[in-house]
């Protein structure tokens, strides 16, 4: 054992505080990131990045699935999905190196919420109050999307947009307020899943 050398992970796919001993990245993720993050950085726009993922913290996530259930991945080759969590910090890294801002990754579960789902929620729930069976259906996806043990923890959403479009940060945080429909003003943050954002 004293000819192993230690391997270190190329700058490229790591950052200076690694605390891994291995990662999992997809380098062709990588090149598509930073195509969309220099097309925004010409010409303006955003790109929402949504998938199962992590910021940097998990290893060893490549796994197959067969019928929603995981397969083993070398079983019967070519029957099943196979798959591995995305590398959010990764993909930030690979987008800040083209001078736009990166938020998130956030969990599902909120921005969903940041989005209203909950308002939503109590909005379909109110229309089927005599309808036991759709309440219950909406009650399962509301769980699926949102619950912790289900999407809510495990989907990541990633924003990429130009520098100009954050917001400063408040001076003193306003309280909640909703907006009347005659209202002009952009709406209260969080606006589009992130507080960060801005109007400007």
């Known amino acids: 054992m004293e000819n192993v050398k230690e391997c270190v992970l190329p700058p490229q ?3 200076v505080d690694e ?26 726009g955003a790109a ?4 199962y993922g992590h910021d ?31 590398d959010f910090s ?10 736009v801002a990166c938020l998130g990754p956030l969990p599902q579960r909120d921005f969903l919420r940041n989005m209203g789902v909950d308002t939503r929620m109590q909005v379909l729930l109110s229309a089927c109050q005599d309808d036991p069976p759709a309440r219950a259906q909406l009650l399962h996806s ?9 999407m809510g923890l495990r989907f990541h ?6 520098q100009s479009r954050l917001a400063p940060p ?12 005659e209202d002009k003003r952009p709406a209260p943050l969080p606006v589009a899943g992130f507080s960060e954002l801005s109007f400007s």
């Open 90 to 99: 990764y993909l930030r890294k690979m987008a800040a190196r083209m001078g």
């Open 13 to 15: 796919y790591t950052t």
């Open 157 to 162: 959403f990633l924003c990429l947009l130009v």
């Open 48 to 51: 929402l990045i949504a998938d």
């Open 170 to 181: 408040p001076a003193t945080p306003r309280p909640p307020q909703g907006l009347k429909m």
């Open 56 to 86: 940097g913290t998990k290893t060893d996530t490549f796994r197959g699935f067969k019928g929603h259930r995981l397969h083993p991945v070398l079983e019967a080759p070519g029957s099943a999905d196979l798959t591995a969590d995305v």
């Open 19 to 44: 605390r891994r001993d291995h990662v999992e990245v997809c380098p062709g993720g990588g090149v598509i990131v930073q195509q969309l993050a220099n097309r925004i950085a010409e010409d303006g």
């Open 142 to 150: 509301y769980e699926l999307l949102t619950g912790a043990a289900h």
